[in-house]
C-alpha cells in the first residue's frame, strides 16, 4: 500500500523565538529547524506500516520554500522512498495548505494519508482534518496506535478523560500524537541513502492566505519571582497569599 | 444585521465549561460588529432542556439540534450538522471552544464552508469591518495578530482565557432539524474507555497541578493527586516532557510545546525545573506556584510565588492547609 507522509520544517522546540525585522515573522537567524515531532511520529508509523506488510511505497510531502528540502531529507533518511516539495508560501491558513497538499494526493493511488497532529510551529491543529473534508475521505485526529484490518483502519485516539477507538473505511486521513510511534533515528546509512532517492520539486497550487499576519510579539515577561520561603514551614503564608493577594483560591 | 454564532459543547447531556467562555466571546465581538448572539448545541434527544446558563451568558437565541446520533460527538456527523446551520444563517462569525473536541470539529466545518479558521485565539476584536485575533504561535513563545479575510470568519478560543459575563440575553430555544442521514457517515466509534475517571482535561482545567522529575518515581503521583482532589472538581493534572517521556504519565498530561498549552487560573509547577519548551505551555497562566529544591532552577523566574525546598515535605503541608481552607469555607 502506497502512503503519503505530510511534513512541515519547524523551528526546534527548544528554540529561543526572536520576531524578525518584518514584525510579522520569527528571526530565523540561529535558528535550528527540524522536523515537527508530531510528524515524525506519522513518519514512524507509516515506515512500520510499510515493513510490516514488505510493500508499498512512503512518499513524504511538504510545502514550503527550497529550504523545506531538509524536512524532507531528514524523512527519505529515515526510510521514506521518495519524496515531494510543493514550492510555495507557507501561511497560518491551514486551509490554504490542505488544498495545496490535496492537490498533489488526489492525483496519487495512497489509500492512507499520515500527518503529525499539529505542527510545532503554528500549532493550530487544523490540516490534517481540513485534507480530509477536501479529499472526502474519514479522518481521525489525535491517533497514538493504530491497525490496518483489510480496507478497514482501527484508531486508538486520546481524547479527554479516555482513550476512543474508531474505525474508518480507506482510503482515510489520520493524524498522530505522540504514543506508540516513537520515531527511529536515522542510521548513517540511511542518511547517505536519502541522497540519492528522488525528491521532485513542483509548483504549489495555493490558494491566497486569508489569514492575514499583522504582527508578531514577544509575550511580556512574567514578573514573578517572590520565593515565599523553604520547606513545609513556608506553606502556609503561601496559602495566605494565593488566597488574599493572587485571589487564585 | 449579522449575528455571531456560538457553537456549544455538551457531554452526557450537560453543557461543559467552555460552553459559556464561547457564549462570552461572542457577546464581546457583538459588541463592536453588532447583530445577536446565537448558541448552537448538538445533543441526543432531550439536549434542549440543557440549555441552563446560555440565555445568562448573552445568547438571544439558542438553536438545539436533537438525534440519537448526536448524543455523542461524532466526527463526520457533527461537522456536516454544524456547517449546514451555520452556512445557512447571516453569521459575521462562527466561534468554537478549542477544546479536545472542538479541535477536531472546528477544522472540518471550516474545510466544507471553504474558510479560513483561526485555531486556539487568546483574544478577539472587530475592527474596519474584519475579525482580528491574537493567536499564541510557538506553543506561547510568541503571539500574532492575524486578520480575517472572510464572512463568516471562522474562529476557535482556548479555553479558560475568555471568562463568562453576567448578560441577560432572552434564549429562545429554537428546534432545527436534523437532515443528515447517519448512515452515510463512514466513521464508526466502536468504544470509549474512561481513564481519568471526572479529572478534567490539563488544557480545560481551571487549575492544575503538574509534576516533573523531581517527583522522582511514577508512584509519588498519588501526592499531586491528593493535591489536586484537595483543589476541587475544577483541578487538573499535568506533567512535564521529561516525565511524559520516562512513561510514568500519559502524553495526554503532558504541557509545554510539544504537549498541550494550558491557560489555568492556577498551575502548580511541582519538581519541574522549567525547560523553555514547558514555560511556553503554561506562561499565560493566571498565578503560576513553584516547589523545587533548586533555587536557581528557571520555573522561579515565571511564577509568582515559590517555595524553595523538599517537595515531599511541602507537598502533604500544602494539601492539608488548601484541604483546611476550603472546607472552612
Known sequence: ?249 | MSNVLAVVEQRDGALRGTAREVVAAAVGLARDSGGEVHALLLGGPGIGASVDGLAEGGAEVVKVVEHEALADYHPDGYPAVVARIAGEGDYSSVLFAASALGKDLAPRVAARMDLPLAGDVTGLTFEGGAVTAIRPVYAGKAFTRVTIDATPALVSIRPNVFQPVDQAGAGRVETVEMTEDPSSWPTRVVSFEATGGDVPDVAEAGVVVSGGRGMKDPENWALLEELRAALGDGAGLGASRAVVDAGWRPHGEQVGQTGKTVAPKLYFAIGISGAIQHLAGMRTAGTIVAVNRDADAPIFKVADYGIVGDLFEVLPRLTEEIRTLREGS
Not at chain 1, 37 to 61: C, Q, S
Not at chain 1, 91 to 108: F, M, S
Not at chain 1, 197 to 212: C, H, I, M, N, W
Open chain 1, 1 to 249: 500500500m502506497n502512503i503519503f507522509v505530510c511534513v512541515k520544517r519547524v523551528p526546534d522546540t527548544e528554540t529561543r523565538i526572536r520576531v524578525g525585522a518584518d514584525g510579522q515573522s520569527i528571526d530565523p537567524d540561529g535558528v535550528k529547524f527540524v522536523v515537527s515531532p508530531y510528524d515524525e511520529f506519522a513518519i514512524e508509523a507509516a515506515l512500520r506500516l510499510k515493513e510490516a506488510a514488505g510493500e508499498g511505497e512512503v512518499t513524504a510531502l511538504t510545502l514550503g520554500d527550497a529550504q523545506a528540502q531538509d524536512a524532507l531529507r531528514s524523512a527519505l533518511a529515515m526510510g521514506a522512498d521518495r519524496a515531494v516539495l510543493l514550492e510555495g508560501e507557507v501561511t497560518p491558513d491551514g486551509l490554504a495548505t490542505a488544498r495545496a497538499l490535496a492537490a498533489e494526493i488526489e492525483a496519487a493511488d495512497a489509500p492512507l494519508v499520515l500527518l503529525g497532529v499539529k505542527a510545532a510551529d503554528d500549532d493550530q491543529q487544523q490540516v490534517g482534518p481540513m485534507l480530509a473534508i477536501l479529499l472526502g475521505r474519514p479522518c481521525a485526529t489525535a491517533v497514538s496506535s493504530f491497525e490496518l484490518n483489510g480496507d478497514k483502519v482501527t484508531c486508538r485516539r486520546e481524547v479527554e478523560g479516555g482513550t476512543e477507538v474508531v474505525e474508518l473505511p480507506l482510503p482515510a486521513v489520520v493524524t498522530i500524537t505522540k504514543g506508540e510511534f516513537e520515531p527511529r533515528y536515522a542510521s548513517l546509512k540511511g542518511i547517505m541513502a536519502a541522497k540519492r532517492k528522488p525528491l521532485e520539486t513542483k509548483p504549489a497550487q495555493t490558494a491566497d492566505s486569508r489569514l492575514r499576519v499583522e504582527s508578531m510579539e514577544l509575550p511580556p515577561e512574567r514578573t514573578g519571582g517572590k520565593i515565599v520561603g523553604e520547606g513545609a514551614d513556608a506553606v502556609p503564608e503561601l496559602v495566605r497569599l494565593l488566597r488574599e493577594e493572587a485571589n487564585a483560591l
